[in-house]
């Protein structure tokens, strides 16, 4: 809902702040005087433009920090009973916004966001993970898994030449225990 929320708040930004320029509305009113000062002068638009939408787009800053602040707040992973895997993707700027699928003996599982802790359920006994597809798809691993052995894996974007390729590592659970 977040990435719904913020691509129709910059689609309308950016609506709105053509029309502002071309109606010559505020706040690029605001701009074209200050780069015009002098009636007849000449501005330039498309620093008008990108100024009007940056003025239009701080609010939706704070609410994306307010949001964030939020999840991160009241999201704690909890200890989960039954078999199944953990996977922790690390924080990264590359892929940020995408969603990685999780996939458990070949059946989508479920995704991970970034930054975040996911368990992820799976039949008790050995199993095989991976995530994404295609040529940016991890290799399958296998694990076990039962009620009370849980692994722990990271996932990490790494990248291979022009491509993005995922890897996912086994990780101790004393490393990836739950902070």
Do not use: H
């Not at 991890?138 to 898994?145: D, G, I, P, R, V």
């Amino acid at each position: 809902m977040k990435r719904a929320l913020t691509l129709i708040y910059v689609i309308t930004t950016i609506a709105y702040s053509l029309f502002a320029v071309v109606a010559e509305l505020q706040p690029a009113l605001f701009w074209m005087e200050i780069f015009a000062p002098n009636i007849g002068d000449t501005y330039p638009i498309v620093a008008v433009g990108g100024l009007t939408m940056l003025t239009f787009l701080l609010p939706m800053v704070a609410i994306l920090l307010a949001i964030r602040w939020i999840q991160n707040k009241y999201e704690k992973p909890q200890m989960v009973d039954g078999p199944g895997i953990w996977v922790i993707r690390k924080r990264q700027l590359q892929s940020a916004l995408i969603e990685i699928p999780v996939y458990v003996n070949d059946k989508k599982a479920g995704a991970i966001d970034m930054g975040k802790i996911k368990f992820f359920e799976a039949p008790a006994g050995k199993n095989l993970v991976a995530v994404g597809k295609g040529i940016v798809a991890s290799e399958k691993l296998e694990f076990t898994c039962s009620a009370t052995e849980q692994p722990y894996f990271k996932l990490e974007i790494v990248q291979s030449g022009l491509i993005a390729k995922y890897t996912l590592s086994p990780i101790a659970n004393s490393e990836g225990g739950l902070r």
